[in-house]
């Protein structure tokens, strides 16, 4: 007897999800093992296995096979349609950034690069992260068979046939309802935790976290629903939350423990206007650094230092860094790695920690100066780490260090933070863009481009680029040893 259309159909979707399913972890699996003896390798795989998923999420979402489109062009056609969270768009970044391997080159007196577990430690977690997420929502579960119409007008179960996907949740008269039709806004009906987290200010991670622990409900998902009484008891249980661990709202200084003796240092910034860029006739004055005010609404907790080795070790488990020493800032991070970074984090802590815009680091760097540096009209070496064979504003030359320094190592500015001019560029939040004409309001720089600001200069940088206003930008995939950056935890 010749099986209904339908029958047919579930079964080759099936045949094809469970295909794909197993292709990918098999590149998952293969991706680990060249992990130690040929890390350039594991990298490749680990590409492949990422695009992998995002032909299958384009295929689905798209219905059609996304021919020879890229890794980068897969992801930002998913995007536009909404197909991946953000929790996931930052891990496949990261993935992508790794595709240029020449990432290192250093001038002689620096010596070659070295493709090591450590470089590509942060692609493969952002890879397990990626692919997890994937088989959490195409694994099939089969003692959940949802049923589908057969020739009589009742309804069978198809063996094999997948489940309802983590998107729809059935409701108490047995139906699935789909969950993008709920209003999150309401409170008269169900609502997603993920837009709940949203609409309170913190992480989905750290909103199941609470349902969990409050509510003892076992929620593995932003897609997952809550009753109207749920989620006013989940609101109830984050400002108890909030109240317990905030202390004073404005502390001068806070700290994040990361466990093993090791945390992260803020400061805080406070809310204010400041004149941002520079004038002309400024040393070292580039034309994109036109003068404008610019408003900070809200005071801010930014890191007092970039963040160190050590802290990046006890976070991800790697170090990438060219120079090493737990107290040296990490660098060879590229804006992905340090995005991701701070995704981490705030799931973890149930903050925002993210990097600061390009505005919030020139109003923290001038501490509520106006000269070129946040010590004054001149600068040296004992003050930040640069190439001291280049002088500024009269003053004198002095030591070049050639590598990185410790944290904290140089004096603080009127506001309590360090290093930053020189040492490390720091990424920043922004796509790189002009400013806006007249003055801005918390600019968060343009909606889109190409390149990432840097701002502080590095140790291997002349003082001119050390400068408060000095803007840089580069290819977010882009790694080396003068690339770092520095955490901002909102309050």
């Given at each position: 007897?010749?099986?209904?259309?339908?029958?047919?159909?579930?079964?080759?979707?099936?045949?094809?999800?469970?295909?794909?399913?197993?292709?990918?972890?098999?590149?998952?699996e293969?991706?680990?093992?060249?992990?130690?003896?040929?890390?350039?390798?594991?990298?490749?795989?680990?590409?492949?296995?990422?695009?992998?998923?995002c032909?299958?999420?384009?295929?689905?979402?798209?219905?059609?096979?996304?021919?020879?489109?890229?890794?980068?062009?897969?992801?930002?056609?998913?995007?536009?349609?909404?197909?991946?969270?953000?929790?996931?768009?930052?891990?496949?970044?990261?993935?992508?950034?790794?595709?240029n391997?020449?990432?290192?080159?250093?001038?002689?007196?620096?010596?070659?690069?070295?493709?090591?577990?450590?470089?590509?430690?942060?692609?493969?977690?952002?890879?397990?992260?990626v692919?997890?997420?994937?088989?959490?929502?195409?694994?099939?579960?089969p003692?959940?068979?949802?049923?589908?119409?057969?020739?009589?007008?009742?309804?069978?179960?198809?063996?094999?046939?997948?489940v309802?996907?983590?998107?729809?949740q059935?409701?108490?008269?047995?139906?699935?309802?789909?969950?993008?039709?709920?209003?999150?806004?309401?409170?008269?009906?169900?609502?997603?935790?993920?837009?709940?987290?949203?609409?309170?200010?913190?992480t989905?991670?750290?909103?199941?976290?609470?349902?969990?622990?409050?509510?003892?409900?076992?929620?593995?998902?932003?897609?997952?629903?809550?009753?109207?009484?749920?989620?006013?008891?989940?609101?109830?249980?984050?400002?108890?939350?909030?109240?317990?661990?905030a202390?004073?709202?404005?502390?001068?200084?806070?700290?994040?423990?990361?466990?093993?003796?090791?945390?992260?240092?803020?400061?805080?910034?406070?809310?204010?206007?400041?004149?941002?860029?520079s004038p002309?006739?400024?040393?070292?004055?580039n034309?994109?650094?036109?003068v404008?005010?610019?408003q900070?609404?809200?005071?801010?907790?930014?890191?007092?230092?970039?963040?160190?080795?050590?802290?990046?070790?006890k976070?991800?488990?790697?170090?990438?860094?060219?120079?090493?020493?737990?107290?040296?800032?990490?660098?060879?991070?590229s804006?992905?790695?340090?995005?991701?970074?701070?995704?981490?984090?705030?799931?973890?802590?149930?903050?925002?920690?993210?990097?600061?815009?390009?505005?919030?680091?020139?109003?923290?760097?001038?501490?509520?100066?106006?000269?070129?540096?946040?010590?004054?009209?001149?600068?040296?070496?004992?003050?930040?780490?640069?190439?001291?064979?280049?002088?500024?504003?009269?003053?004198?030359?002095?030591?070049t260090?050639w590598?990185?320094?410790?944290?904290?190592?140089?004096?603080?500015?009127?506001?309590?933070?360090?290093?930053?001019?020189?040492?490390?560029?720091?990424?920043?939040?922004?796509?790189?863009?002009?400013?806006?004409?007249?003055?801005?309001?918390?600019?968060?720089?343009?909606?889109?481009?190409?390149?990432?600001?840097?701002?502080?200069?590095?140790?291997?940088?002349?003082?001119a680029?050390a400068?408060?206003?000095?803007?840089?930008?580069?290819?977010?995939?882009?790694?080396?040893?003068?690339?770092?950056?520095?955490?901002?935890?909102?309050?």
């Amino acid at each position: 007897m010749k099986r209904p259309s339908s029958h047919v159909e579930v079964e080759d979707r099936l045949n094809s999800i469970e295909s794909e399913v197993r292709r990918i972890r098999a590149l998952y699996e293969r991706t680990l093992s060249y992990r130690l003896q040929d890390p350039e390798t594991s990298l490749i795989h680990a590409r492949k296995a990422a695009e992998a998923v995002c032909r299958q999420l384009f295929t689905k979402n798209f219905g059609c096979q996304p021919g020879s489109i890229m890794l980068e062009g897969l992801i930002e056609k998913l995007v536009s349609k909404g197909a991946l969270p953000n929790s996931i768009v930052v891990p496949l970044r990261t993935i992508q950034g790794y595709g240029n391997f020449a990432s290192h080159e250093h001038e002689d007196h620096t010596g070659g690069a070295a493709m090591t577990p450590d470089y590509i430690q942060p692609c493969l977690q952002a890879l397990a992260t990626v692919v997890s997420w994937y088989f959490s929502n195409n694994t099939v579960d089969p003692t959940r068979i949802p049923s589908v119409p057969n020739n009589d007008g009742g309804h069978s179960a198809v063996k094999g046939q997948p489940v309802h996907s983590k998107a729809e949740q059935p409701n108490a008269g047995g139906n699935s309802v789909p969950i993008d039709t709920l209003t999150p806004a309401t409170r008269q009906s169900p609502v997603r935790i993920g837009d709940l987290a949203l609409e309170l200010g913190i992480t989905s991670s750290a909103a199941i976290r609470l349902a969990r622990e409050a509510l003892r409900l076992e929620l593995r998902t932003p897609s997952a629903t809550l009753t109207p009484e749920q989620a006013l008891q989940l609101e109830d249980a984050i400002r108890i939350s909030r109240k317990e661990d905030a202390g004073s709202p404005y502390e001068k200084f806070r700290l994040l423990d990361l466990g093993d003796g090791i945390q992260i240092e803020f400061a805080l910034i406070p809310s204010g206007s400041f004149i941002m860029g520079s004038p002309d006739d400024e040393e070292g004055h580039n034309d994109d650094e036109v003068v404008h005010e610019v408003q900070i609404k809200r005071p801010f907790y930014l890191g007092v230092y970039p963040v160190t080795q050590s802290q990046y070790k006890k976070v991800t488990g790697a170090n990438p860094s060219y120079f090493t020493g737990a107290n040296l800032p990490v660098e060879m991070v590229s804006w992905f790695d340090a995005s991701g970074f701070c995704e981490v984090l705030s799931d973890r802590f149930g903050r925002r920690l993210r990097l600061p815009t390009e505005a919030e680091w020139e109003f923290a760097c001038r501490g509520g100066t106006t000269t070129p540096f946040s010590f004054g009209n001149e600068i040296s070496t004992n003050l930040a780490n640069y190439d001291g064979k280049f002088s500024y504003g009269g003053g004198s030359s002095g030591e070049t260090r050639w590598h990185t320094t410790e944290a904290a190592a140089f004096p603080k500015n009127p506001w309590d933070v360090c290093d930053m001019h020189g040492n490390v560029w720091e990424w920043c939040s922004d796509w790189y863009g002009e400013y806006p004409a007249g003055g801005a309001i918390d600019p968060t720089g343009p909606k889109a481009g190409d390149i990432r600001i840097l701002r502080g200069g590095s140790w291997f940088n002349s003082p001119a680029d050390a400068r408060s206003a000095q803007r840089d930008a580069l290819d977010p995939g882009r790694r080396h040893s003068i690339y770092g950056f520095r955490l901002l935890m909102e309050p």
